[in-house]
């Protein structure tokens, strides 16, 4: 599978995988590819109850298409535990310091 410079594909891995009940897997870029090729994966989260194959999302920043070998590690998967409460509505959320400000806004000084 060729991904095309400045573009994107999903690649096929033909591999499925079932995660522990409480975590999901997070498709990860791999450094080599991004800092050699100008690959990353975008869009990367397994669900525990996903049970088809897992595809990677690759973006080819580069001005080369990108050809994808067979048997080629092009992504790795970290598991993360994950905490599922339950959603309660509310009128009211309390106030903190930081209010409602956001999008760098806590970088300032």
């Not at 060729?2 to 999901?24: C, Q, R, W």
């Not at 994966?41 to 990108?66: K, Q, S």
């Not at 959603?87 to 806590?106: A, P, Q």
Request: proline share 6%.
């Amino acid at each position: 599978m060729v991904v095309p410079a400045k573009g994107k594909a999903l690649v096929p891995t033909d591999i499925s995988i079932a995660l522990p009940e409480g975590t999901y897997g997070r498709v990860a870029p791999r450094s080599g590819l991004a800092m050699n090729h100008f690959l990353d994966c975008g869009a990367g989260v397994i669900d525990a109850d996903y049970r088809g194959p897992v595809g990677v999302l690759l973006f080819n920043f580069g001005d080369e298409p990108y050809q994808v070998k067979e048997g080629e590690r092009i992504a790795q998967l970290i598991l993360e535990r994950i905490y599922t409460p339950d959603v309660v509505e509310t009128e009211f959320l309390g106030s903190t310091d930081r209010g409602n400000k956001g999008y760098g806004s806590t970088g300032q000084l």
